[in-house]
DNA sequence: AGCTCATGGCGAG
DNA sequence: TCGCCCTGAGCTG
């Protein structure tokens, strides 16, 4: 269930956690044994989140860089650790906490000048301080591709995923078929401003609510949404489902191998 | 038990 | 653009 704002949530509680303390570090499913067996026992000094890329510091050995991609996990609790399942991909246990990783697309030992290569082919992020949206904006100004597309290219921007981009989107009117250089700077800085504001209140609630106050359920006197990614929203999988706004059918497509949704009548080309 | 789908991303063609 | 990788929940039978 990962967009950035969920691995900014789990650095930090790595960091909490396992901050200052020596690790041991395990491969249950065996896929990182070596690697664990290099960390084990070693201080988690610090941690860091860069868009959907999470990296845990480890004092002598470098980085473990993790991604989750569509289906990772990250669970947390106090120890005694239960047996690990065979699915776990890396266990962190110290004195007090556990950690299970779970279906990652990425769980390796990396070096810093890895790392360094890895922020430098990500646009900047949201959700950390000082990135430059002017960055992301030069490309967006420049490219043929629809809006929808390179807010989901992580080369673009960092951290957005399927629900924040089409949340982003009908937030501000914007049609996603939208050409990127047919947006005008003032919509940019906007949607970058917008990025931040939900971004940082999806990592403090550890879920994706971009309904504004004047249109909650409590508000409109309508059943609060239920389904499993908990958020209030206003598009994402709500295909054929009347607009909060303007009542209109909401709209699905696929676009980059991915579902779309969008409302046509608010989001105007 | 088997199918489908999911907040992601890569490489081959 | 497609196939593939990773896991698990929620269906259907």
């Not at 246990?93 to 990425?106: I, K």
């Not at 982003?168 to 990127?180: E, N, S």
């Amino acid at each position: 269930m990962p967009e950035g704002h969920t691995i900014h949530r789990l650095a930090e509680e790595h960091l909490a956690r396992f901050g200052g303390h020596a690790v041991r570090v395990t491969s249950p499913q065996g896929k990182f044994s070596d690697s664990a067996a290099l960390l084990d026992g070693q201080v988690l000094h610090t941690v860091d989140a860069h868009g959907k890329h999470l990296f845990l510091g480890f004092a002598d050995s470098g980085w473990v860089h993790i991604h989750l991609g569509l289906f990772g996990k990250l669970g947390f609790g106090t120890t005694p650790a239960p047996p690990p399942t065979e699915t776990v991909r890396l266990r962190l246990v110290n004195h007090a906490h556990y950690a299970d990783l779970r279906g990652p697309t990425t769980c390796a030992l990396i070096t810093d000048p890895e790392k360094r290569a890895i922020h430098e082919r990500l646009g900047p992020d949201p959700l950390r301080n000082g990135d430059d949206p002017d960055r992301a904006w030069r490309r967006v100004s420049r490219s043929r591709t629809t809006i929808a597309a390179l807010l989901m290219d992580q080369k673009v921007i960092a951290g957005v995923g399927n629900v924040y981009r089409a949340e982003v989107l009908f937030r501000h009117g914007i049609d996603p078929y939208r050409a990127g250089k047919d947006l005008t700077r003032a919509q940019w800085d906007a949607i970058w401003a917008d990025l931040v504001a939900l971004m940082r209140e999806g990592v403090r609630n550890n879920r994706i609510d971009t309904v504004r106050p004047e249109h909650t359920p409590e508000a409109m006197g309508r059943p609060p949404r239920v389904d499993d990614h908990g958020g209030e929203v206003y598009v994402y999988r709500r295909a054929h489902l009347p607009c909060h706004i303007c009542g209109g059918e909401i709209r699905t497509a696929g676009l980059a191998a991915r579902n779309l949704f969008w409302c046509p009548a608010c989001q105007k080309p």
